[in-house]
């Protein structure tokens, strides 16, 4: 009898466990990585051998989700640097440099967060691996997910390219692509610079908007 409760109590919380799980599983963020000229095909086009890359990382859950990290790495003879991006070198021997990106940034369903990375280099073809970790905000988790710390997402995706100056590209061509209903958010001194973008289709309008910190009256937007 008492083995039988015993054998009953596993098996409840065997099946609890298993229930976490699965709430954990069908709760955690999906996450996706949009390169800018990637409508052209891959291996994206390039028309030089330096410029900079514009990229986007969104998800597909409505839920409010957090970047904690995005990590832009090189292979041997590719320079990259960023604003707001630290070098480091990494244990790939296949892409032992990288840059990477620790301000903590907010995203959601048709809410994606863009960086851009400047390369340099002498090759006629390269590839960067792009990684991101997120986890849901903890308000976002839900009934029995509450109890535990949230749960670390990681993605990956190596993008190859190709340096070609005869290529003539379109900003339709080359920008990174906006879809409707979509915002794209670019923070920090990234800001600062130009992210170029374009929307899916011919003819369609992008609404710009930018938060501007003035010290004399305070922060603005336009």
Known sequence: ?????????????????????????????????????????????????????????????????????????????????????????????AFPYALEFHDTRGVTRNHLQGISVNYKTKTSAFELKIKTLAALREEEQGFLLDMFAPRKITSERIVGFRVDPNENLAPQQSGLMIRPGEALQVQGRQAQEAFWAAADKEGSKLLIRELLDDQESGTSQR
Do not use: H, W
């Open 1 to 93: 009898m008492v083995l039988n409760i015993i054998f009953l109590i596993l098996g409840i919380l065997g099946a609890l466990g298993f229930l976490i799980y699965l709430i954990r599983e069908l709760f955690a963020p999906r996450l996706f990585c949009r390169v800018a000229g990637e409508q052209s095909g891959e291996p994206i086009p390039l028309v030089s051998g330096e410029g900079r890359i514009s990229i986007a990382i969104g998800t597909t859950t409505k839920r409010n989700a957090q970047l904690l990290l995005i990590s832009v790495s090189a292979q041997d003879g590719v320079g990259i640097s960023g604003k707001d991006g630290a070098p480091i070198l990494t244990t790939d021997p």
